[in-house]
């Protein structure tokens, strides 16, 4: 490890978004720790990661299923067995399982386990991972979310649990921000990306969407914090 290296745990992140933001961040000069709750998943992306040029000896595995609190609370133990301080937290793990789901059939299974996953999931492992946060000199929340969460311009109808989900983790942002003023918690949108989320028709690349989040993880001015982001620029929750 080098002398006051960053480190960085990105959930999620065995593709898609938060593989490109592990890569990003890796690239900046973080260490990195790829949370999956695929072993053999995530062992392959930080494998994959840590073999490209420089990073090597930088690029960890970390199993979490951000659903679990006991998985969660086990990640946080294996984590401190790695390391004492955590300069970014990027809650980016996340479903989206009623893209074609009517509010008004919306079940109770379908709506909690978004919320377990997209919402309660992020809290949660901010909470965990607080000790090691509080190490450092510029501690970053980043919460992935979503446009599709902005209420400023009403729904359309499309994906409701995913889209309150997201709403509701806005929420845990602008709280986790009062509650912690040192800290950069912040919301971004990733635009609508190319993943297996995303689908092919998406307008982004992962690359172009995870450079919002990596800006908030590793280069925002730390004073910016309870703001909901895309593209660098403050959108309307
Ligand atoms: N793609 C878009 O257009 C778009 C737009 C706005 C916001 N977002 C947000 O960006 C983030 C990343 O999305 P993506 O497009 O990269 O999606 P993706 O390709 O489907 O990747 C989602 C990642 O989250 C992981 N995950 C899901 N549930 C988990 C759990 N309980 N515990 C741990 N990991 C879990 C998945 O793991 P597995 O491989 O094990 O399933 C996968 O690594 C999400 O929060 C999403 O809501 C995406």
Known sequence: ??????????????????????????????RVFIGARNEEAGKAAAEKLDHEEKNQGNVFFLEIDVSKPESIERAA?????????????????????????????????????????????????????????????????????SGGGQLADGADGWAPAYCICK??????????????????????????????????????SVAEGASGIVWLAADAPQGETGKFWRDRKVIPW
């Open 77 to 145: 133990e294996e984590f401190a067995r790695q390391s004492d301080r955590l300069d970014a937290l990027v809650n980016n793990a996340g479903i989206l399982l009623d893209d074609d789901k009517d509010v008004l059939a919306l079940t109770a299974e379908m709506f909690q386990t978004t919320l377990r996953t997209n919402t309660l999931g992020a809290l949660l492992v901010s909470q965990a991972f607080l000790p090691f946060l509080r190490k450092s000199d510029n501690p970053r929340i980043v919460n992935v979310s």
């Open 1 to 30: 490890m080098r002398r006051n290296q960053r480190a960085a745990f990105v959930t999620g992140a065995n593709k898609g978004i938060g593989f490109e933001v592990a890569r990003q961040l890796a690239r900046e000069g973080f």
């Open 167 to 204: 709403t509701a983790l806005n929420g845990v942002t602008v709280q986790l921000a009062a509650a912690l003023p040192d800290f950069a918690v912040n919301s971004v949108c990733p635009g609508w990306v190319r993943t297996d989320m995303g689908g092919s028709n998406a307008t982004r």
